[in-house]
């Protein structure tokens, strides 16, 4: 069945450094994955998005990397700071339909200071 | 403005109880989805509707489970005779367009149940 999953349950990080979050799918046919940000006691929150068609998509701080031949989905976010402390999620979605979306079980990013 | 609210943030409930949970999704939105996060876990799909239909349910993970969205704005799903495993924080979401590129969903800030 379809399943989007990650590596890694936690990732401790030193302020200012980059942060890299995995994630492995099992679906070869999915063709949209989207990343989401979970503070506590908030719902998900949109950061990055990618198409299968593509294998990297930029954005402010954050970089989203595509293996298709792999399954992987990769999250980088540069010179990391305490607001980003929360839960990531990775997830797929169909894209041009008003389709539920399937999420991995997320990793949790904690910030040294 | 205004995003997807829910309410209550917060339910308590015995065993056994019925409960109600609302959805109040962006105006104009056509589509709103149910969404239930175990703790530690990603949350997962329950049911969908376009406007007041519902047109997937597969999700709901017994007959206990009912949503509704009558007026094709607001929601409520309401659990009957609650069950301890039904504890979870309950996500609403909605999108503005019935399909087409991207099709962002909006979540709410969930109510979180705990069946006791």
């Known amino acids: 069945g379809e399943s989007v999953g990650l590596h890694l349950p936690t990732l401790s990080v030193q302020e200012g450094d980059n942060s890299i979050i995995n994630c492995a799918y099992s679906?070869?046919?999915?063709?949209?994955f989207i990343w989401y940000k979970q503070e506590s006691g908030k719902g998900p929150q949109f950061i990055i998005d990618?198409?299968?068609?593509?294998d990297k998509r930029q954005g402010q701080r954050v970089t989203v990397l595509l293996n298709k031949t792999v399954k992987h989905l990769s999250l980088q976010i540069a010179a990391t700071q305490p607001g980003d402390s929360a839960v990531y999620f990775c997830?797929?979605?169909?894209?041009?339909?008003?389709?539920?979306?399937?999420f991995g079980s997320g990793t949790r990013l904690s910030i040294r200071p | 403005g205004a995003g997807v609210s829910q309410s209550p943030r917060y339910k308590v409930a015995k065993r056994g109880q019925d409960v109600a949970l609302r959805c109040d999704p962006i105006?104009?939105?056509?589509?709103l989805f149910w969404y239930q996060q175990a703790l530690g876990q990603g949350p997962e799909f329950l049911t969908y509707?376009?406007?007041?239909?519902?047109?997937?349910k597969s999700g709901l993970p017994s007959d206990r489970f009912f949503a509704e969205r009558p007026e094709g704005s607001v929601s409520t799903l309401k659990i009957q005779r609650t069950q301890q495993e039904d504890s979870a924080v309950y996500l609403c979401?909605?999108?503005?367009?019935?399909?087409?590129?991207?099709?962002?969903?909006?979540f709410g800030p969930g109510t979180r149940l705990t069946v006791l």
């Open positions: 997830a797929e979605k169909g894209y041009s339909s008003a389709s539920k979306i399937i």
């Open positions: 679906n070869s046919a999915s063709d949209y």
């Open positions: 509707f376009q406007n007041e239909a519902q047109l997937d």
């Open positions: 990618i198409r299968s068609n593509m």
């Open positions: 105006s104009g939105h056509v589509s």
């Open positions: 979401a909605s999108s503005l367009a019935a399909g087409g590129p991207r099709n962002e969903q909006f």
